[in-house]
């Protein structure tokens, strides 16, 4: 890590292990939320699939937070039944959706329909119940430097980064991938007032070297759009 030049303004948290890395994002998170119902009605959390957040979910979902005015979304889902080991809708309802956390408002980007595509409208009109914009983002990233589910190889990505677009999700269909996506676009995500960005492994570090190294080709490695000012480093082994 002490070889990675990270941007002005990129404050990193550095661990020895898994746990205490959680347990310090969970406990930033649960200070950002709570300032925030101090002075807002609601507030808003954005949250990754796979397993490196697994134990910051657990940390999180026992935080003393007025959890009922707490609005709970994923980042992106694989367009699979809630039942399904791949789903990340089951893997935030059986490890952040429990203890004082189960009062939150969940809004799940699977819907029915046969396709992510044929399913946007209905999926739009589920956010429009959302806190937006978002108050906490917490992303991964993919060793192709994907985050999200906006994949450098998925034929929808210019879409999915316009910034321009008025649309809050996009269907994603990456080569890579065994399943179709959804995921909520760039404008929406870079709009977070509170961004982390969780990561563990060696490997995620040579990943993030790359996306360094070339700033401007967010198209090649989109996680590259939200290496700025402002976003926290939260890494473990």
Same mark, same amino acid.
């Given at each position: 890590?002490?070889? !990675?030049?990270? %941007?002005?303004?990129?404050? *990193?948290?550095?661990? $020895?292990?898994? =746990?205490? /890395?959680?347990?310090? @994002?969970?406990?930033?998170?649960?200070?950002?939320?709570?300032?925030?119902?101090?002075?807002?009605?609601?507030?808003?959390?954005?949250?990754?699939?796979?397993?490196?957040?697994?134990?910051?979910?657990?940390?999180?979902?026992?935080?003393?937070?007025?959890?009922?005015?707490?609005?709970?979304?994923?980042?992106?889902?694989?367009?699979?039944?809630?039942?399904?080991?791949?789903?990340?809708?089951?893997?935030?309802?059986?490890?952040?959706?429990?203890?004082?956390?189960?009062?939150?408002?969940?809004?799940? !980007?699977?819907? %029915?329909?046969?396709?992510? *595509?044929?399913?946007? $409208?209905?999926? =739009?009109? /589920?956010?429009?119940? @959302?806190?937006?914009?978002?108050?906490?983002?917490?992303?991964?990233?993919?060793?192709?430097?994907?985050?999200?589910?906006?994949?450098?190889?998925?034929?929808?990505?210019?879409?999915?980064?316009?910034?321009?677009?008025?649309?809050?999700?996009?269907?994603?269909?990456?080569?890579?991938?065994?399943?179709?996506?959804?995921?909520?676009?760039?404008?929406?995500?870079?709009?977070?007032?509170?961004?982390?960005?969780?990561?563990?492994?060696?490997?995620?570090?040579?990943?993030?070297?790359?996306?360094?190294?070339?700033?401007?080709?967010?198209?090649?490695?989109?996680?590259?759009?939200?290496?700025?000012?402002?976003?926290?480093?939260?890494?473990?082994?």
């Amino acid at each position: 890590m002490s070889d !990675l030049t990270l %941007p002005d303004g990129v404050i *990193a948290h550095l661990g $020895s292990s898994a =746990e205490p /890395v959680a347990q310090s @994002l969970a406990d930033e998170v649960a200070n950002v939320l709570s300032e925030r119902l101090s002075s807002a009605p609601r507030a808003s959390l954005a949250v990754s699939g796979g397993s490196t957040p697994v134990p910051f979910f657990r940390a999180l979902s026992d935080k003393n937070l007025d959890w009922c005015r707490v609005d709970i979304v994923l980042v992106d889902e694989r367009w699979v039944d809630e039942n399904d080991p791949a789903s990340n809708t089951r893997l935030v309802k059986d490890n952040l959706l429990q203890g004082p956390c189960a009062q939150a408002r969940f809004f799940s !980007l699977k819907q %029915p329909g046969e396709s992510p *595509a044929a399913a946007l $409208s209905e999926v =739009e009109k /589920v956010l429009d119940g @959302l806190w937006f914009p978002l108050d906490v983002l917490i992303l991964g990233m993919g060793t192709d430097g994907h985050t999200a589910s906006l994949f450098p190889d998925a034929p929808e990505l210019p879409e999915a980064l316009a910034l321009g677009g008025s649309a809050r999700v996009a269907a994603m269909t990456p080569i890579s991938q065994p399943q179709q996506r959804i995921t909520l676009t760039f404008p929406v995500l870079a709009a977070a007032g509170y961004t982390a960005l969780h990561l563990r492994g060696d490997d995620k570090l040579e990943t993030l070297a790359r996306a360094l190294a070339h700033p401007n080709q967010i198209e090649a490695m989109p996680v590259r759009g939200f290496l700025k000012p402002g976003l926290r480093l939260f890494w473990s082994p």
